[in-house]
């Protein structure tokens, strides 16, 4: 199995790239889209508050279908064809969002129908772009990265850390420069403006996740369904171990657990947190349960006191 390039300048640079074009244009979108249903709807909340259920809803009803679709498609196929149409999804309900924002009179004189008919086309649209974005992330980052990186763990942690942080990154710079443009061309422009955004953005995206599969041959290989190579590898060094392993073999699955962490990108520093977050909780809930004890005890003396005056 082929590795990827280690450097920054190599293959792993195309990943970072197009990763950071796909999540600027979903976070623009999903700070702009909070905004347009607050103008759409000024004088209630039933629309985000709908907007808001029907996406946690669909993501928990389709999410395993969609893992389970691209699972079973051919790589470049399945980034690519997920790729198109999350672009095409929000493209589409910027336009809606923009026509409505422009034309409100003359649609909302038609009849209540036609308002109804515009904040389901909004919903419908932003549900096929969340879903159609989780594909390409499953695609791409559970997938394409861990076939890139073969059995070389230590590359697999550095890869996923590194579009760990640009999520971080685009999650506090994306909204701050969509509000910025916001503020100068208007929100219906700004529905306009993300939409051209993602647009252009996919001919870049496209581009670079072709060039990638062209660089690794490995991406090329016909994937095994369900699991990866790397996972399975190291979870077959666990399984063949017994339930109570002789102390000489304690060493080979502790290596087996850590190759395991290394994969899906756990840092010793994200344990030690764990264990610190740990610790905090079950102090908290302790002391909590003390001063609920302590209370308890407070209010029965007080009732036996009063009882016995």
């Known amino acids: 199995m082929g590795g990827c390039c280690s450097g920054p300048s190599g293959t792993n640079f195309f990943i970072y790239f197009s ?8 976070r623009m979108w999903s700070f702009g889209v909070g905004l347009f249903l ?24 389709f999410g395993s279908l969609v893992g389970d679709i691209v699972d079973k498609s051919a790589r470049l196929k399945a980034a690519q064809i997920a790729l198109v149409l999350q672009n095409l999804f929000v493209l589409l309900c910027a336009i809606v969002v923009y026509f409505f924002l422009v034309y409100r009179g003359d ?15 909004i919903i419908i649209l932003s549900i096929m772009s969340r879903l159609t974005s989780m594909a390409r992330k499953i695609a791409v980052e559970n997938d394409w990265i861990v076939q890139m990186c073969g059995s070389d763990f230590d590359l697999l942690a550095t890869m996923t850390a590194t579009l760990r942080r640009i999520d971080l990154v685009t999650q506090i710079l994306a909204p701050i420069a969509t509000g910025f443009i916001m503020s100068f061309i208007g929100v219906e422009f700004g529905a306009l403006f993300i939409g051209a955004w993602n647009v252009f953005s996919v001919f870049g995206e ?17 994937k095994d369904l369900r699991k990866s190579e790397t996972f399975q590898a190291a979870q077959e060094k666990l399984d063949p171990l ?40 079950r102090s908290s809930l302790r002391g909590i349960h003390d001063i609920g004890a302590g209370e308890f005890t407070d209010s029965r003396l007080v009732k036996k006191n009063v009882q016995g005056e």
């Open 19 to 26: 990763h950071l074009l796909s999540a600027w244009g979903d």
């Open 38 to 61: 607050i103008n759409i709807s000024p004088e209630s909340l039933q629309l985000s508050a709908s907007y808001g259920l029907s996406m946690g809803i669909s993501t928990l009803l």
């Open 107 to 121: 649609i909302t004189s038609v009849g209540p129908w036609a308002r109804y008919l515009v904040y389901g086309l």
């Open 206 to 222: 496209y581009y670079l996740l072709w060039k990638v599969y062209n660089t690794v041959p490995s991406l090329r290989e016909v």
């Open 242 to 281: 017994p339930e109570n392993p002789a102390e000489g073999d304690e060493p080979s699955k502790q290596a087996a657990e850590t190759d395991l962490h290394k994969a899906e990108g756990i840092t010793e520093e994200d344990k030690d947190l764990d264990i610190t977050a740990n610790m905090v909780l």
